[in-house]
């Protein structure tokens, strides 16, 4: 997620706090806040006040630590339901991962990232990286090529200069002109893989989800593993991919879907 700019104020100082409480993935101490802050004390100390006194964070005073508070998660729950494609695109998702027996993912552009909205598993889930609500790069994933192909060419170009391109496993493409030669495929094939890039052993088939003036709303994808299919056996689903892509782009598009491709 983008860090806010210095121009925005309290309200970007705040909001770039809570990235980073987020960011470590547990409860964190004000000192190890402190130690990465580009803030003087008084003024850390001052923003995370405020935010616990909204609800934004939580306090544990016994053992003086800080995280997320309940009212995001009130928050969250109101932005799934207004601002992604996850409710109006989940029974749809539930009928894809029936009929191929997959997981199925749903995501949208976060930034040039992939933030997954929507995760759907059949009996017996593969254990992978992409729970919903977790943000994954653009340049190695499935879902995320399949979007940053179908964007205009200024968006396209500037969201793959801000691509980190680091190698996950030997197969990720780790520059802007590797990056683009296969989005240029893409947009000529009409879906993506993830040919291992992200995870070892975890593969996918991908399609952008467009408006009916081709703006990308989102992306899906099949993920599987490397011992159930191969990236051959994976273009059976092809149709049923782009057919499903197709509906949710229908119901979105109907719904006023907001724009979020920046």
Wanted: aromatic content about 6%; glycine content about 8%; hydrophobic content about 35%.
């Amino acid at each position: 997620m983008a860090t806010a700019k210095n121009t925005d104020g309290t309200v970007g100082k705040a909001l770039s706090l809570l990235d980073k409480v987020a960011s470590v993935g547990r409860p964190v101490r004000f000192s190890e806040l402190l130690a990465e802050s580009e803030h003087p004390k008084a003024t850390l100390y001052r923003l995370l006040q405020t935010l616990t006194n909204q609800g934004m964070l939580g306090y544990d005073s016994e053992r003086q630590m800080y995280s997320l508070g309940v009212r995001l998660v009130r928050l969250a729950h109101a932005a799934w339901q207004q601002s992604s494609l996850a409710p109006i695109a989940r029974p749809l998702l539930d009928q894809l991962s029936l009929k191929a027996g997959e997981t199925v993912h749903l995501g949208q552009l976060d930034h040039g990232q992939v933030l997954y909205v929507d995760k759907r598993n059949p009996a017996s889930p593969l254990a992978m990286f992409s729970d919903a609500g977790k943000i994954g790069p653009g340049y190695c994933t499935g879902i995320g090529k399949a979007m940053l192909a179908f964007l205009d060419q200024e968006q396209r170009q500037r969201l793959v200069q801000q691509q980190s391109y680091h190698r996950y496993t030997p197969s990720t493409l780790t520059s802007a002109e590797a990056l683009c030669t296969e989005l240029a495929e893409i947009r000529q094939q009409g879906i993506a893989f993830d040919r291992e890039e992200h995870e070892a052993n975890i593969i996918c088939i991908a399609a952008p989800i467009l408006s009916g003036t081709n703006r990308v709303l989102g992306g899906l994808s099949i993920t599987t593993s490397t011992s159930r299919y191969s990236l051959q056996q994976l273009e059976e689903f092809k149709q049923d991919l782009l057919e499903t892509a197709h509906k949710i782009g229908q119901l979105a598009e109907s719904w006023h879907f907001p724009e979020t491709n920046s």
